[in-house]
Structures are given as structure tokens and as C-alpha cells.
Nanobody, 129 residues
């Protein structure tokens, strides 16, 4: 019922920047009421998926050490959308980036319900030196 659709990413040169966006959507009969946590993860080849940045509904942010000072996460609660701006790109930023949402409250026929651990479809980012 809940889907995350992400956009952005692609090819970039070192030193450049990329912007990502991700929209969480429910359905006509089960619209989203609120999302507690949204964020971005990434997974490089042969590596574990790692958190890049996260943001709560209140705007509290958290960043991986590897992107601090280079990343900016923001969200639009009214549009259930999260954004990530990644600047001063490095070849080590090359990975598949995934949007993430947790603790989503949505309406159902039987009343509000909460679901956890939703992921976007992933988007490849390749940074060339």
C-alpha cells in the first residue's frame, strides 16, 4: 500500500553535486497520515548497506561521518517527500542509493495503522575522478 518512488542520481564528476528526491505515497483508500523517519542509505559493490543521512518529522538530522559537511537532507512533510543534496562528490560516493521511510501511519478502513521499513527502488550513482 505504501510505495517510495525516488529520483535523481546518475553520473557525476568528482567535485560535482547531485540531488535526490523520494516521494512516499499511499493509496486513495489508505492515504499516508505521517512518517516518523525518512532517510537515505547507500550500498557500494561488495559492501553492506550504510546510512547516509536521516531526518525525523521534527527536522532532526543525522549524517554518516563520510558525508558530513557535504550532504544536506531535508523533507517536506506535507508532500511526504525527502531530499538529499550531496556535494563535493568523491569516487567513493559511488553506490546504489536507496530512499528509506520508517514508522508510517496511514489510514485504513478499520482505522489508522502503522507500517515499518519501506524502501525505494534504488538509483545508481557513479562518480568519476
Amino acid at each position: 500500500q505504501v510505495q517510495l518512488l525516488q529520483s535523481g542520481g546518475g553520473l557525476a564528476q568528482a567535485g560535482g553535486s547531485l540531488r535526490f528526491s523520494c516521494v512516499a505515497s499511499g493509496s486513495i483508500v489508505s492515504p499516508i497520515l505521517s512518517i516518523s523517519l525518512m532517510g537515505w542509505y547507500r550500498q557500494a559493490p561488495g559492501e553492506q548497506r550504510e546510512l547516509v543521512a536521516s531526518i525525523t518529522s521534527g527536522g532532526t538530522t543525522s549524517y554518516a561521518d563520510s558525508v558530513k559537511g557535504r550532504a544536506a537532507i531535508s523533507r517536506d512533510n506535507a508532500r511526504n517527500t525527502v531530499y538529499l543534496q550531496l556535494s563535493s562528490l568523491k569516487p567513493e560516493d559511488t553506490a546504489v542509493y536507496y530512499c528509506y521511510a520508517d514508522s508510517i501511519l496511514y489510514r485504513t478502513t478499520y482505522g489508522p495503522a502503522r507500517g515499518n521499513n519501506y524502501w525505494g527502488q534504488g538509483t545508481q550513482v557513479t562518480v568519476s575522478s
